[in-house]
C-alpha cells in the first residue's frame, strides 16, 4: 500500500491542476445540487419492529384521516389569579381561539376544551388539542405564524397562554462557537507548524471536504429523508478528521524535507507513509459509523452513513488533494522545526541539541510505567463512576429551557392535570379478529382503570369499521420516570391476556411509549454492536500493527476513555455540574442514543491517535530499534502532531456545545471530553507505559498468522528499497492501471 500512495502522493504533486480541478468542480457540482434541491421537512422517526411503531402504523391503515403522526400543538390556557377559564368571558376567548386553529389549511382537528372535557377539576387551566397535516418541520411560515398570532390574541384578551408540541419546531442553530472552535484550530495548526501557508492547507482542506459532504447531504436530504441532526454531524465528524488528517500528511511531508529530500520525493514519501495511517485510521471510523446500521433504527442509519461518507472525503481529500497544493505553495512550506519569517523563522535556538517534550515525556513513562499506568487507570475509573447513575431517556418538552414557551406549557399542563398528563399513552385495540369488538374495548378500558399508576382512561374512539379503537391512559407520574415505564409493561402484559380471551390485540403508542421501546432497543443492541465495530477493528489494527496484544491493549484503552466520557456526560446533563458554564439549562436523563453513539464514533476518532502514534513506533522497531527506544522515537516523531490533532479536534467538537439543540450539544460535549481521555490520557500515557512493560511481546505474531496475514506495509518500509523511476513517463500510466 506504502508504494501506491507513494505513487499516488507524487503524481497529484506533478498533476496539481488536474487534481485541484476535479476537487473544485465536485464542490461546485455539489453546492450546485444542494442550492437547488428542493427543502427537506422533518424526517420520519420510525423504529421498526417495536410495539410502538406498530401501533402508528395500524392507526394510518384504519385511520387514514389521523395523522396520527402529523405535528401537534396544544394550546394551554390559564385563567387569571382569582378566576377560571369557565367564566363567560374567558370561555369565550378560549372559543374564538379555537375557531381561528382550526380555520388552518394544514389543520387536520382542532378540539374545543369544553367539549373534549379538557379542563382541570379547579377549573384553572384547559387546553385545546390541535393536530395538523404534515410534520412540525414541515409546516409552512403561514401555519406557525398563524398558531404564535392566535396564542397572541388570547394573551391580550388577559390568559396566560403557552403552545407546546412540536408544531413550532425549528432547525436548530449551532451558534458562533462553532466559529471559534475553527479559529482555534487554526492557532493551533499555525502553533505546530510555525508557518500561515502550511497552517492554512488543513484547514482549507477540511472545509472543501466538509462542504462536499455536507452540500451533497442537503442535496438528497428531501429524497433519502434526511434530517437536519445529520448534516450537522457530518459536518462536525467531518471537519475534525478532515483537520487532522491533511494535518498528519502536511508533517510527515515537513519531516522528510527536513532529512533533504525533494519537494516531490517528499509529497511522495508522506503520502506513502502518513498517508496509509491515514486511511487504516479512516476505515476504523468509516467502520464505526456504518456498524450504526446493526442498531435498526433508520435515523441513526443516515446518520452514520452520511457521516461516514464525510469521512470517505476526507481521507481521499488529504491523499491527494494535500501533495497537489503543496506542489502550488512550493518553499513557502518549510522543513520541520523551521520557521517562518513572520514567525519568528531564522533565530537561533535557545538550547540545540535539547529534546523535545514528547521525548522528555515518554522517557519518564518509560521509567515509570506501573506508575503512570495505574494514575491513569484510577483517574478514568473515577471520572467513570457517574456512568453507573446513567439514566436514559428521549429529550421531550420538559428538558426544554424554562425560556421557551413549550417548557412553560408542559409546567402549566403538570400544575392543571398532573405530571403523567405531559406523556399519554395511546392504546390501540385490534379487535378485527375478535367476535365481539366492542365488548373486547371495554374489557381492555375496565382492566387499565384497575392498574396503578393510572389516573384517566378517556373513552374509546372507533374507527368506521368498529373494529379499531383507540384510548388514551393518563398516568400518574411524569413522562420519563420508571413508574411511567412500569405501567407501560403492566399494559402489554394485560394485553397478553385480553388476546387469549378475546383475540383483540391491545398495542401500546404515543410519544412515551415510543421513547421506553427506543432505549430499550438500543439498550439491546448495544452490546451486540460494540462485538462487532470493536471486532473488526481488531481483525483490522492487527493487520496493521502485525501484532495481537497491541490491538487488544487499543480496545481496552477505549472502553476505559469512553465509560470516563459517559461519566462526565452524566454529571454535566444528567446531575448539573458545570450546567451553567456550558449553557445547560435543563438537567434530566441522557438521551438513549448517546451511548451507542459515543461507542461508535470514539472508538473511530480512538483508533485514529492509535494508528497514528503507534505505527511511527512499529516504523521505528522494525527499522531495528528496541522496545523502549522505539516508544521515544515513535513520540520523538508523532506526539506534537498528534497532540496538535488532538487539540483541534476537542475544539471543533466544543464548537458545537453552543447548539440550541439539546442533542447536538449533548453529542459535542460527549466528543470533546472523550477525545480528551482518550488522546491524553489514553494514547499520550497509558499506550507508552503498557508498551514499555511488555517490551518485545507487544509485538508477537503466531507465525501462522503471520505468514496468512496481508502485508500493507504502513511503515513503508518497502519505500527503502523501491526505487523511484523519476525520468520514466510511463509511471503516471502504471499508477492509473494499479
Given at each position: 500500500?506504502?508504494?501506491?500512495?507513494?505513487k499516488?502522493?507524487?503524481?497529484?504533486?506533478?498533476?496539481?491542476?488536474?487534481?485541484?480541478?476535479?476537487?473544485v468542480?465536485?464542490?461546485?457540482?455539489?453546492?450546485?445540487?444542494?442550492?437547488?434541491?428542493?427543502?427537506?421537512?422533518?424526517?420520519?422517526?420510525?423504529?421498526?419492529?417495536?410495539?410502538a411503531?406498530?401501533?402508528?402504523?395500524?392507526?394510518?391503515?384504519?385511520?387514514?384521516?389521523?395523522?396520527?403522526d402529523g405535528?401537534t400543538?396544544?394550546?394551554?390556557?390559564?385563567?387569571p389569579?382569582?378566576?377560571?377559564?369557565?367564566?363567560?368571558?374567558?370561555?369565550?376567548?378560549?372559543k374564538?381561539?379555537?375557531k381561528?386553529?382550526?380555520?388552518?389549511?394544514?389543520?387536520?382537528?382542532?378540539?374545543?376544551?369544553?367539549t373534549a372535557?379538557?379542563?382541570?377539576k379547579?377549573?384553572?387551566?384547559?387546553?385545546?388539542?390541535?393536530?395538523y397535516?404534515?410534520?412540525?418541520?414541515?409546516l409552512?411560515?403561514?401555519?406557525?405564524?398563524?398558531?404564535?398570532?392566535?396564542?397572541?390574541?388570547?394573551r391580550?384578551?388577559?390568559l396566560?397562554?403557552?403552545?407546546g408540541?412540536?408544531a413550532?419546531?425549528?432547525?436548530p442553530e449551532?451558534?458562533?462557537?462553532?466559529?471559534?472552535?475553527?479559529?482555534?484550530?487554526?492557532?493551533?495548526?499555525v502553533?505546530?507548524?510555525?508557518s500561515l501557508i502550511?497552517?492554512?492547507?488543513?484547514?482549507?482542506?477540511?472545509?472543501?471536504?466538509?462542504?462536499?459532504?455536507?452540500?451533497?447531504?442537503?442535496?438528497?436530504?428531501?429524497?433519502?429523508?434526511?434530517?437536519s441532526?445529520?448534516?450537522?454531524?457530518?459536518?462536525?465528524?467531518?471537519?475534525?478528521v478532515?483537520?487532522?488528517y491533511a494535518?498528519?500528511?502536511?508533517?510527515r511531508?515537513?519531516?522528510?524535507?527536513?532529512?533533504?529530500?525533494?519537494?516531490?520525493?517528499?509529497?511522495?514519501?508522506?503520502?506513502?507513509?502518513?498517508g496509509?495511517?491515514?486511511?487504516?485510521?479512516?476505515?476504523t471510523?468509516?467502520?464505526?459509523?456504518v456498524g450504526l446500521?446493526?442498531?435498526?433504527?433508520?435515523?441513526?442509519?443516515?446518520?452514520?452513513?452520511?457521516?461516514?461518507?464525510?469521512?470517505?472525503?476526507?481521507?481521499?481529500?488529504?491523499?491527494?488533494?494535500?501533495?497537489?497544493?503543496?506542489?502550488?505553495?512550493?518553499?513557502?512550506?518549510?522543513?520541520?522545526?523551521?520557521?517562518?519569517?513572520?514567525?519568528?523563522?531564522?533565530?537561533?535556538?535557545?538550547k540545540?541539541?535539547r529534546?523535545n517534550?514528547?521525548?522528555?515525556?515518554?522517557?519518564?513513562?518509560v521509567?515509570?510505567?506501573?506508575?503512570?499506568?495505574?494514575?491513569?487507570?484510577?483517574?478514568?475509573?473515577?471520572?467513570?463512576?457517574?456512568?453507573?447513575?446513567?439514566e436514559l431517556?428521549?429529550?421531550?418538552?420538559?428538558s426544554?429551557p424554562?425560556?421557551?414557551?413549550?417548557?412553560?406549557?408542559?409546567?402549566?399542563?403538570?400544575?392543571?392535570?398532573?405530571?403523567?398528563?405531559?406523556?399519554?399513552?395511546?392504546?390501540?385495540v385490534d379487535?378485527?379478529?375478535?367476535?365481539?369488538?366492542?365488548?373486547?374495548?371495554?374489557?381492555?378500558?375496565?382492566?387499565?382503570?384497575?392498574?396503578?399508576?393510572?389516573v384517566?382512561?378517556?373513552?374509546?374512539?372507533?374507527?368506521?369499521?368498529?373494529?379499531?379503537?383507540?384510548?388514551?391512559?393518563?398516568?400518574?407520574?411524569?413522562?420519563?420516570?420508571?413508574?411511567?415505564?412500569?405501567?407501560?409493561?403492566?399494559?402489554?402484559?394485560e394485553g397478553?391476556?385480553?388476546k387469549?380471551?378475546?383475540?383483540?390485540?391491545?398495542?401500546?403508542?404515543?410519544?412515551?411509549?415510543?421513547?421506553?421501546?427506543?432505549?430499550?432497543?438500543?439498550?439491546d443492541?448495544?452490546f451486540?454492536?460494540?462485538?462487532?465495530v470493536?471486532?473488526?477493528?481488531?481483525?483490522?489494527l492487527?493487520?496493521?500493527?502485525?501484532?495481537i496484544?497491541?490491538?487488544?491493549?487499543?480496545?481496552?484503552?477505549?472502553?476505559?476513555?469512553?465509560?470516563?466520557?459517559?461519566?462526565?456526560?452524566?454529571?454535566?446533563f444528567?446531575?448539573?455540574?458545570?450546567?451553567g458554564?456550558?449553557?445547560?439549562?435543563e438537567?434530566?436523563p441522557?438521551?438513549?442514543?448517546?451511548?451507542i453513539?459515543?461507542?461508535?464514533?470514539?472508538?473511530g476518532?480512538?483508533?485514529?491517535?492509535?494508528?497514528?502514534?503507534?505505527?511511527?513506533?512499529?516504523?521505528?522497531?522494525?527499522?531495528?530499534?528496541?522496545?523502549?527506544?522505539?516508544v521515544?522515537?515513535?513520540?520523538?516523531?508523532g506526539?506534537?502532531?498528534?497532540?496538535?490533532?488532538?487539540?483541534?479536534?476537542?475544539?471543533?467538537?466544543?464548537?458545537?456545545?453552543?447548539?440550541s439543540?439539546?442533542?447536538?450539544?449533548?453529542?459535542?460535549?460527549?466528543?470533546?471530553?472523550?477525545?480528551f481521555?482518550?488522546?491524553?490520557?489514553?494514547r499520550?500515557?497509558?499506550?507508552?507505559?503498557?508498551?514499555?512493560?511488555?517490551?518485545?511481546?507487544?509485538?508477537?505474531?503466531?507465525?501462522?498468522?503471520?505468514?496468512?496475514?496481508?502485508?500493507v506495509?504502513?511503515?513503508?518500509?518497502?519505500?527503502?528499497?523501491?526505487?523511484?523511476?523519476?525520468?520514466?513517463?510511463?509511471?503516471?500510466?502504471?499508477?492509473?492501471?494499479?
Amino acid at each position: 500500500m506504502a508504494t501506491f500512495l507513494y505513487k499516488a502522493g507524487r503524481l497529484a504533486f506533478r498533476r496539481r491542476h488536474f487534481v485541484v480541478l476535479i476537487w473544485v468542480a465536485l464542490l461546485t457540482l455539489a453546492g450546485f445540487g444542494a442550492a437547488s434541491a428542493p427543502a427537506a421537512g422533518s424526517s420520519s422517526f420510525s423504529i421498526p419492529g417495536t410495539e410502538a411503531q406498530k401501533a402508528f402504523d395500524l392507526l394510518d391503515q384504519r385511520f387514514p384521516g389521523m395523522s396520527a403522526d402529523g405535528a401537534t400543538a396544544r394550546v394551554v390556557f390559564k385563567a387569571p389569579a382569582g378566576e377560571k377559564v369557565t367564566d363567560a368571558p374567558n370561555k369565550a376567548t378560549v372559543k374564538k381561539t379555537v375557531k381561528e386553529l382550526a380555520d388552518g389549511s394544514e389543520v387536520s382537528s382542532a378540539a374545543d376544551p369544553f367539549t373534549a372535557h379538557a379542563v382541570s377539576k379547579d377549573g384553572t387551566v384547559a387546553y385545546a388539542q390541535v393536530k395538523y397535516k404534515v410534520f412540525g418541520m414541515e409546516l409552512e411560515d403561514s401555519a406557525k405564524d398563524a398558531l404564535k398570532q392566535a396564542a397572541q390574541d388570547a394573551r391580550d384578551a388577559g390568559l396566560t397562554v403557552e403552545v407546546g408540541g412540536d408544531a413550532l419546531s425549528a432547525v436548530p442553530e449551532t451558534g458562533s462557537t462553532e466559529v471559534v472552535g475553527i479559529v482555534i484550530a487554526a492557532v493551533v495548526l499555525v502553533i505546530t507548524f510555525g508557518s500561515l501557508i502550511a497552517a492554512g492547507l488543513p484547514l482549507l482542506t477540511a472545509l472543501i471536504g466538509v462542504g462536499i459532504g455536507v452540500s451533497t447531504i442537503t442535496a438528497l436530504a428531501n429524497a433519502l429523508d434526511l434530517g437536519s441532526t445529520t448534516s450537522t454531524l457530518a459536518m462536525m465528524i467531518g471537519l475534525a478528521v478532515g483537520i487532522d488528517y491533511a494535518l498528519f500528511i502536511v508533517s510527515r511531508y515537513r519531516a522528510e524535507l527536513a532529512e533533504g529530500r525533494e519537494r516531490e520525493e517528499a509529497a511522495g514519501r508522506a503520502v506513502g507513509t502518513a498517508g496509509s495511517a491515514v486511511v487504516f485510521a479512516g476505515l476504523t471510523v468509516v467502520i464505526a459509523l456504518v456498524g450504526l446500521s446493526v442498531v435498526n433504527i433508520p435515523m441513526l442509519t443516515k446518520m452514520g452513513v452520511a457521516a461516514a461518507g464525510t469521512v470517505v472525503i476526507a481521507v481521499l481529500i488529504a491523499l491527494t488533494m494535500i501533495p497537489a497544493l503543496l506542489g502550488y505553495v512550493g518553499r513557502r512550506v518549510k522543513p520541520a522545526g523551521e520557521k517562518s519569517r513572520f514567525l519568528g523563522g531564522g533565530r537561533t535556538p535557545r538550547k540545540p541539541g535539547r529534546p523535545n517534550m514528547g521525548t522528555r515525556w515518554a522517557s519518564f513513562v518509560v521509567r515509570r510505567p506501573i506508575a503512570v499506568l495505574l494514575l491513569g487507570v484510577v483517574g478514568l475509573g473515577a471520572a467513570a463512576i457517574p456512568a453507573s447513575s446513567l439514566e436514559l431517556g428521549l429529550p421531550d418538552d420538559g428538558s426544554q429551557p424554562t425560556s421557551t414557551t413549550q417548557r412553560r406549557a408542559y409546567d402549566l399542563l403538570s400544575e392543571g392535570f398532573g405530571p403523567g398528563f405531559n406523556g399519554p399513552l395511546m392504546l390501540v385495540v385490534d379487535a378485527k379478529a375478535s367476535d365481539d369488538p366492542k365488548a373486547a374495548v371495554t374489557k381492555v378500558t375496565d382492566d387499565v382503570k384497575g392498574l396503578k399508576d393510572v389516573v384517566t382512561v378517556t373513552p374509546a374512539t372507533y374507527n368506521k369499521a368498529g373494529d379499531t379503537a383507540v384510548i388514551t391512559v393518563v398516568p400518574d407520574s411524569k413522562p420519563s420516570s420508571s413508574t411511567t415505564e412500569d405501567l407501560v409493561h403492566a399494559i402489554r402484559d394485560e394485553g397478553d391476556g385480553i388476546k387469549a380471551d378475546t383475540d383483540a390485540k391491545v398495542l401500546v403508542t404515543g410519544t412515551t411509549a415510543m421513547n421506553i421501546d427506543v432505549s430499550q432497543k438500543l439498550n439491546d443492541a448495544l452490546f451486540p454492536y460494540l462485538a462487532l465495530v470493536v471486532g473488526l477493528a481488531f481483525l483490522l489494527l492487527i493487520v496493521v500493527f502485525r501484532s495481537i496484544l497491541v490491538p487488544l491493549k487499543a480496545a481496552l484503552g477505549f472502553l476505559l476513555s469512553v465509560m470516563a466520557a459517559l461519566g462526565a456526560v452524566v454529571a454535566v446533563f444528567q446531575w448539573g455540574w458545570l450546567s451553567g458554564l456550558l449553557g445547560v439549562e435543563e438537567t434530566g436523563p441522557v438521551m438513549s442514543m448517546m451511548p451507542i453513539f459515543m461507542v461508535g464514533v470514539v472508538f473511530g476518532l480512538a483508533m485514529d491517535y492509535e494508528v497514528f502514534l503507534v505505527t511511527r513506533m512499529r516504523e521505528a522497531h522494525v527499522h531495528g530499534e528496541k522496545p523502549s527506544q522505539a516508544v521515544v522515537t515513535g513520540f520523538k516523531h508523532g506526539a506534537r502532531v498528534v497532540t496538535a490533532a488532538a487539540v483541534i479536534m476537542i475544539a471543533v467538537f466544543s464548537g458545537f456545545i453552543g447548539s440550541s439543540e439539546s442533542m447536538i450539544k449533548m453529542i459535542g460535549f460527549g466528543l470533546a471530553i472523550a477525545v480528551f481521555f482518550d488522546a491524553f490520557i489514553v494514547r499520550m500515557a497509558l499506550v507508552p507505559a503498557v508498551l514499555a512493560l511488555l517490551g518485545r511481546k507487544a509485538w508477537w505474531l503466531p507465525r501462522w498468522l503471520d505468514r496468512a496475514l496481508p502485508n500493507v506495509d504502513v511503515e513503508g518500509e518497502g519505500l527503502r528499497t523501491w526505487q523511484p523511476k523519476d525520468t520514466d513517463p510511463d509511471e503516471d500510466r502504471e499508477l492509473v492501471r494499479a
